[in-house]
């Protein structure tokens, strides 16, 4: 019986410490367009939308994100890296929120709140691409705490 209850409990330890990954999440699809992404931060997972799911020459889309803080942020620095077949293609750090300039409404937000960002944003291609693009998208506040990321797929038609 003891025997019994330790392959239990070794089985259930196994279980809960296994590494687990967060779902790969279908943001849009059409006969043009498809969007998916995953969080890669394995505390928690990372909601992001873009509306419409079409794309247009310079046009620009909505963008809606959300994560909920696990440490406050005072300056907060978004990474973001597109790769083509492995090739780095565009990478970029940019300043969302400085303590005495703070550009947005999530700007220092403490602990257990939630950061919700919903604005249209520009493209800016004369012509996208067609392929597959793959992403990554990192936010860290002032201590280089990740706040939250996500790996993105684009995928044109």
Same mark, same amino acid.
């Given at each position: 019986?003891?025997?019994?209850?330790?392959?239990?409990? @070794?089985?259930?330890?196994? @279980?809960?410490?296994e590494s687990?990954?967060?779902?790969?999440?279908?943001?849009?699809?059409?006969? $043009? /367009? =498809?969007?998916?992404?995953?969080?890669?931060?394995?505390?928690?997972?990372?909601?992001?939308?873009?509306?419409?799911? %079409? /794309?247009t020459p310079?046009?620009?889309?909505? !963008?809606?994100?959300?994560?909920?803080?696990?440490?406050?942020?005072?300056?907060?620095? !978004?990474? #973001?890296?597109? #790769?083509?077949? &492995?090739?780095?293609?565009? @990478?970029?750090? &940019?300043?969302?929120? =400085?303590?005495?300039?703070? *550009? %947005?409404?999530?700007?220092?937000?403490?602990?257990? $709140?939630?950061?919700?960002?919903? $604005?249209?944003?520009?493209?800016? #291609? =004369?012509?996208?691409?067609?392929?597959e693009l !793959?992403?990554?998208?990192? /936010?860290? *506040?002032?201590?280089? #705490?990740?706040?939250?990321?996500? *790996?993105?797929?684009?995928?044109?038609?």
């Amino acid at each position: 019986m003891e025997f019994v209850t330790a392959a239990f409990f @070794s089985l259930v330890v196994f @279980s809960v410490t296994e590494s687990k990954e967060w779902p790969t999440h279908t943001v849009c699809k059409t006969e $043009e /367009l =498809e969007v998916y992404y995953k969080s890669c931060d394995p505390a928690q997972d990372f909601g992001f939308s873009v509306y419409p799911c %079409y /794309l247009t020459p310079k046009g620009g889309t909505n !963008l809606k994100m959300a994560v909920l803080l696990r440490s406050e942020i005072e300056s907060l620095f !978004l990474h #973001f890296k597109a #790769f083509i077949q &492995t090739v780095n293609v565009f @990478s970029t750090v &940019t300043t969302l929120c =400085e303590p005495d300039y703070p *550009n %947005y409404t999530f700007c220092d937000g403490k602990r257990g $709140e939630i950061i919700l960002y919903e $604005e249209p944003i520009k493209i800016g #291609f =004369e012509h996208f691409p067609r392929g597959e693009l !793959l992403s990554s998208l990192e /936010l860290y *506040n002032q201590d280089s #705490f990740l706040i939250g990321c996500a *790996n993105l797929t684009i995928i044109t038609h």
